[in-house]
């Protein structure tokens, strides 16, 4: 039951967003950026947001050598040039916007793990360079000469270097956004969950049964969108991350390291491994908006650490969660209209941290011009 000042002043609101993740967040300050009279809302049905921007590995990555040759296999040259470009952009403009220490942004390069069955990728690096050199001027990929030295095992038979790529801190990246969104007037209700939506009328209504009503709504729900708009076309992936106990050994390496075209990554942090990925060890099994762990890969992960990465040493765990991300036929977002009041932005894979805050400003833009 609704008091008249409830209903007088908390359900109207010039735009809504579902969701408080990197794109949400994104897409409101962007909005309330152009519009510094609109009453914003976003509704996030987490305690705090509880999607992939905060379960992710803080990766600032545009690409390693065979996930970008492993591209080619579904886009053109030329559109696998547009992604590298939008996604190394896209890391720039968070640098600009927020600062790399707020971030806790590192520029310690990208760097992935060759091992036997990928050593023909080093054929083609020349090449991938040559292509990315209109946008970089200058070579991206290098191998690094004296590998050895970084103690990995001898199945890996080369490393090599994306000199533009760092790495994060995704709950600071998040936190930024979220005061940000605070500072510019944006109200934020957390425990909000979204269970059904009018694209046309511009209303939604949360489980608890109370009715919003926006002069435009912003879907920024990623792999849970289809719950909203079943037609979306997305899968939900999962993602696995461990973070180790304190190592009491020097790691000889820094950076972000990636192996078997991007679906292992591991980096130091705070004096720890942080190792996740794995998905394709299970593909069908980790097509899940379920957060669990999945056995197999975390076996798969750990045999990664103790006989890839520190081999012969014992490593103990002490994080592991995962997170849910949302993949398409083709490795691109969706930002498109779905209704008279209505617009999505959802389907980031594995690039949220790179291109979650220009996205936010693409469905910035077209929920100001395109309706
Ligand atoms: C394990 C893992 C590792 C990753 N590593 C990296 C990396 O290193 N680098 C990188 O660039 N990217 C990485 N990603 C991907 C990146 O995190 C995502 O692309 C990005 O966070 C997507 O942001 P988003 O705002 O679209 O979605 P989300 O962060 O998922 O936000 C969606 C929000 O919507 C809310 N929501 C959903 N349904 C409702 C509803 N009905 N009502 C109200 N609220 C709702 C959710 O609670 C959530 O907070 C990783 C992802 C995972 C899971």
């Known amino acids: 039951m609704l008091s008249y000042w409830e209903k007088k002043h908390f359900l109207n609101y010039d735009l809504i967003v579902v969701g408080a993740g990197f794109v949400g967040l994104s897409t409101a300050i962007h909005y309330k950026r152009k519009n510094k009279r609109a009453r914003v809302l976003i509704l996030e049905r987490g305690v705090f947001p509880t999607g992939a921007s905060t379960k992710n590995a803080g990766f600032a990555c545009f690409g390693s050598l065979t996930e970008i040759l492993d591209d080619f296999w579904t886009m053109t040259p030329d559109e696998v040039l547009q992604l590298v470009e939008r996604r190394f952009k896209g890391l720039n403009q968070i640098k600009k916007e927020f600062g790399k220490k707020e971030l806790e942004f590192k520029d310690s390069g990208g760097f992935e793990l060759i091992q036997e069955d990928q050593v023909e990728a080093l054929d083609h690096l020349d090449n991938v360079n040559k292509l990315l050199k209109p946008l970089f001027k200058k070579p991206v990929f290098s191998t690094v000469k004296a590998h050895r030295?970084?103690?990995?095992?001898?199945?890996?038979?080369?490393?090599?270097?994306?000199?533009?790529?760092?790495?994060?801190?995704?709950?600071?990246?998040?936190?930024?956004?979220?005061?940000l969104a605070e500072e510019l007037g944006i109200r934020i209700l957390t425990g909000a969950t979204v269970s059904q939506l009018y694209p046309d009328s511009g209303e939604v209504i949360l489980s608890e049964n109370v009715l919003f009503s926006g002069k435009k709504i912003a879907i920024c729900t990623n792999a849970f969108t289809k719950k909203l708009l079943p037609e979306v076309d997305l899968v939900p992936g999962r993602g696995l991350v461990m973070v180790s106990e304190p190592l009491d050994f020097r790691i000889p390496w820094k950076g972000s390291f990636h192996m078997d075209k991007g679906y292992v990554y591991f980096r130091k942090i705070d004096g720890r491994l942080l190792l996740g990925g794995g998905r394709n060890q299970d593909f069908e099994g980790e097509q899940s908006e379920e957060n669990q762990i999945n056995p197999k890969i975390e076996r798969y992960l750990k045999g990664i650490a103790e006989e890839v990465i520190f081999p012969g040493k014992k490593i103990n765990w002490q994080h592991s969660w995962t997170g849910i991300m949302a993949f398409g036929p083709k490795k691109s977002p969706i930002i498109q209209k779905v209704g008279e009041k209505t617009a999505v932005a959802v389907r980031l894979g594995g690039m949220g941290v790179a291109i979650g805050w220009q996205v936010g400003k693409e469905l910035s833009d077209l929920l100001r011009k395109g309706f």
Request: proline share 0%; aromatic share 12%; charged share 25%.
């Open 149 to 179: 030295k970084m103690g990995f095992s001898d199945s890996v038979k080369s490393v090599v270097k994306n000199q533009f790529e760092g790495e994060l801190d995704s709950g600071k990246y998040l936190n930024s956004l979220w005061s």
